[in-house]
């Protein structure tokens, strides 16, 4: 079982679907399992669909810096979720 800051590392990669199947599997699997993630993923998902909808690319570096920060933010407020202790920097 992944944790969540494992998901969230992998996110991107995900979203843009260039994992191998065995990851993308494991992270298929948390995302199902995890509330939390789900929620992440999902609104994650929608932000990078609006990105890429103005400019077909990546997300710019410093905006995805710092929507990863809220997320990880919002999880290490909200606890722990999958056994996983507050991230650690
Ligand atoms: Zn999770």
Same mark, same amino acid.
Do not use: W
């Given at each position: 079982?992944?944790?969540?800051?494992?998901?969230?590392?992998?996110?991107?990669?995900?979203?843009?679907?260039?994992?191998?199947?065995?990851?993308?599997?494991?992270?298929t699997r948390h995302v199902n399992e995890?509330?939390?993630?789900w929620?992440?993923?999902?609104?994650? +998902?929608?932000?990078?669909?609006?990105?890429?909808?103005? +400019?077909?690319?990546?997300?710019?570096?410093? %905006? +995805?810096?710092?929507?990863? /920060? /809220?997320?990880?933010?919002?999880? /290490?407020?909200?606890?722990? %979720?999958?056994?996983?202790?507050? /991230?650690?920097?």
């Open positions: 079982m992944l944790t969540c800051k494992q998901f969230l590392s992998e996110l991107n990669d995900y979203l843009d679907d260039t994992l191998d199947p065995q990851t993308r599997s494991e992270l995890c509330p939390n993630c929620v992440v993923c999902n609104t994650t +998902e929608k932000t990078l669909k609006v990105f890429k909808g103005m +400019e077909a690319k990546a997300v710019p570096p410093d %905006i +995805e810096h710092r929507l990863m /920060a /809220a997320l990880e933010k919002r999880i /290490a407020d909200r606890g722990p %979720i999958c056994g996983q202790k507050k /991230a650690e920097a």
